[in-house]
């Protein structure tokens, strides 16, 4: 199957400070991507999908102007988690699909950001 | 509304088989899936099913859907030490963008 890698796997920042996560299709051309957060012992719950050259859908209770996302091309999407406080802790994963119609989505390895 | 539940724990002896239900409300899904997540990991792809099908095996893994009571089984023949995860079951929803909707998970324990 199709590769999607993210970076960094894990980074621990200072609360205030912005965080920028990257994930990449390394062997196709993702017209869509996803952004999860899943919490200790919790689901996966979506909070926005991104269109190359679009801006981002983002799901209800999701702040946009504190999760920016960008996808600025066909093989890379940028989540920033801004002003970042302990709360925003928790495991991200992107996901990416490159044709519609399709059960095809395919997920990247996780980041685990801790905010202190 | 776009739910998908399934309970949260299970506890089999290892050799016997897993059975993982869920059960979901959105009648438009086109995929059904089962992930699998080993601690700290990513997601891993065990198995989909397209919506018109009933069942689906593959090697240790059988998938039963019952379309019409909106319930997704995951069976697993022969359970091993190394299938103790969290599975989720999820559906793509037709209806809004290709998103997928996940479950809260099970977390499968095995005993000896």
């Known amino acids: 199957g199709a590769v999607v890698s993210q970076h960094p796997s894990w980074v621990i920042c200072k609360s205030g400070t912005s965080v920028k996560i990257e994930c990449r299709s390394l062997?196709?051309?993702?017209?869509?991507m996803f952004w999860y957060r899943q919490f200790p012992k919790q689901s996966l719950m979506l909070m926005a999908t991104?269109?190359?050259?679009?801006?981002?859908?983002?799901e209800q209770g999701v702040e946009k102007d504190k999760f920016l996302i960008n996808h600025a091309s066909l093989t890379l999407s940028t989540l920033t988690v801004t002003s970042a406080h302990p709360e925003d802790s928790s495991f991200y994963i992107c996901?990416?699909?490159?044709?519609?119609?399709?059960?095809?989505?395919?997920f990247g390895p996780g980041t685990r950001l801790t905010v202190t | 509304g776009e739910d998908v539940e399934q309970s949260l724990f299970l506890s089999v002896r290892e050799g016997d088989s897993s059975v993982i239900n869920c059960t979901y409300t959105?009648?438009?899904?086109?995929?059904l899936y089962w992930y699998k997540q080993e601690p700290g990991a990513g997601l891993q792809l065990l198995t989909y099913?397209?919506?018109?099908?009933d069942m689906k095996q593959d090697q240790r893994l059988t998938v039963l859907l019952n379309k019409k009571d909106k319930h997704l089984s995951l069976r697993i023949a022969d359970t091993q030490t190394g299938d103790s995860a969290i599975y989720f079951c999820?559906?793509?929803?037709?209806?809004?963008?290709?998103?997928?909707?996940f479950g809260s998970g099970t977390r499968l324990s095995i005993r000896p």
């Open positions: 996901s990416a699909s490159g044709q519609t119609g399709t059960y095809e989505q395919y």
């Open positions: 062997d196709f051309q993702a017209t869509t």
């Open positions: 991104s269109n190359e050259g679009s801006k981002a859908t983002y």
């Open positions: 959105d009648s438009s899904s086109t995929y």
């Open positions: 099913i397209f919506s018109n099908m």
């Open positions: 999820a559906e793509k929803l037709v209806s809004s963008a290709s998103k997928i909707i």
